[in-house]
């Protein structure tokens, strides 16, 4: 079954406001199976409700802590490094998807917080629906702004339709990139792009069995509408929301999705 709507603004001129960055953060390290991964946490823990653990974005991680904090209003929220990215330390070798879908995997068992609202953004969604097929303490999985459309298949369409999204991204969020995509450094990159055109999202997705949420901006240009429908037909309990907002609408405004996650954390708790 699936179900549909659109979010509307949570107030008004939120294009031209920088997002907050959280002071109260957990800095953690755990050595992992595919190398040292770097979490961050805000929030406290809630009887009853499930912790939200949040995976990173391409290459980049600091562009959601805002976002982060959003969702450690009613919950605690982690927000996982994968290895070779952000803070985390080098893997053993190049990793592919599912691989990374693992190191998640293991950084659950690790930190064992009991039944988890797993998410990703962009290609971390990727890396969060394998990671949410393989272990079984995630209760619902969080697509937001999901990676790779089938229109984007394709390392020349999906630079030409990143630089059209990029004409409907607020102010600062480069900037905020930049630091982090220099760490990786130019090969990584590459190698993590190919990594994620290989990867297709539909087949993790067809060995869930638990519930699924898809979350978009009404201007992302990565994606389109249809195939995040299509996502949540490919499961028994999909839903799907929209967003102002081009691929990174949790920058334009943290708050536009913390009320959809936690009435989705409500209905799947355990």
């Given at each position: 079954?699936?179900?549909?709507?659109?979010?509307?603004?949570?107030?008004?001129?939120?294009?031209?406001?920088?997002?907050?960055?959280?002071?109260?953060?957990?800095?953690?390290?755990?050595?992992?199976?595919?190398?040292?991964?770097?979490?961050?946490?805000?929030?406290?823990?809630?009887?009853?409700?499930?912790?939200?653990?949040?995976?990173?974005?391409?290459?980049?991680?600091?562009?959601?802590?805002?976002?982060?904090?959003?969702?450690?209003?009613?919950?605690?929220?982690?927000?996982?490094?994968?290895?070779?990215?952000?803070?985390?330390?080098?893997?053993p070798h190049e990793?592919?998807?599912?691989?990374?879908?693992?190191?998640?995997?293991?950084?659950?068992?690790?930190?064992?917080?009991?039944?988890?609202?797993?998410?990703?953004?962009?290609?971390?969604?990727?890396?969060?629906?394998?990671?949410?097929?393989?272990?079984?303490?995630?209760?619902?999985?969080?697509?937001?702004?999901?990676?790779?459309?089938?229109?984007?298949?394709?390392?020349?369409?999906?630079?030409?339709?990143?630089?059209?999204?990029?004409?409907?991204?607020?102010?600062?969020?480069?900037?905020?990139?930049?630091?982090?995509?220099?760490?990786?450094?130019?090969?990584?990159?590459?190698?993590?792009?190919?990594?994620?055109?290989?990867?297709?999202?539909?087949?993790?997705?067809?060995?869930?069995?638990?519930?699924?949420?898809?979350?978009?901006?009404?201007?992302?240009?990565?994606?389109?509408?249809?195939?995040?429908?299509?996502?949540?037909?490919?499961?028994?309990d999909g839903r799907?929301?929209?967003?102002?907002?081009?691929?990174?609408?949790?920058?334009?405004?943290?708050?536009?999705?913390?009320?959809?996650?936690?009435?989705?954390?409500?209905?799947?708790?355990?």
């Amino acid at each position: 079954m699936s179900t549909s709507g659109r979010i509307m603004p949570a107030r008004t001129g939120i294009k031209q406001a920088m997002p907050k960055f959280p002071r109260d953060v957990t800095t953690s390290y755990h050595d992992g199976i595919l190398g040292r991964m770097r979490s961050r946490a805000i929030g406290a823990p809630r009887p009853g409700v499930p912790e939200v653990v949040l995976v990173q974005g391409m290459a980049v991680a600091d562009y959601l802590l805002p976002g982060l904090a959003a969702f450690a209003q009613w919950t605690r929220a982690h927000l996982v490094e994968l290895p070779g990215f952000a803070g985390s330390g080098d893997p053993p070798h190049e990793l592919s998807v599912p691989e990374f879908g693992h190191a998640v995997a293991d950084w659950l068992t690790k930190r064992d917080l009991g039944p988890v609202v797993l998410a990703g953004h962009s290609s971390g969604t990727q890396v969060a629906a394998e990671a949410a097929v393989i272990h079984s303490g995630v209760a619902g999985l969080v697509l937001a702004s999901p990676t790779v459309d089938p229109v984007a298949r394709g390392p020349l369409r999906l630079l030409v339709r990143w630089q059209l999204d990029g004409r409907h991204e607020p102010p600062g969020l480069t900037e905020s990139h930049r630091p982090e995509w220099k760490r990786a450094g130019l090969r990584r990159l590459v190698h993590l792009v190919r990594a994620h055109l290989r990867h297709v999202m539909e087949e993790p997705l067809a060995r869930l069995t638990v519930p699924l949420l898809v979350l978009r901006g009404e201007e992302d240009r990565l994606s389109t509408p249809q195939w995040g429908r299509r996502l949540t037909g490919i499961v028994a309990d999909g839903r799907y929301r929209e967003f102002p907002g081009a691929h990174t609408f949790p920058w334009l405004d943290p708050q536009a999705w913390s009320e959809p996650v936690r009435a989705f954390a409500q209905t799947v708790r355990p």
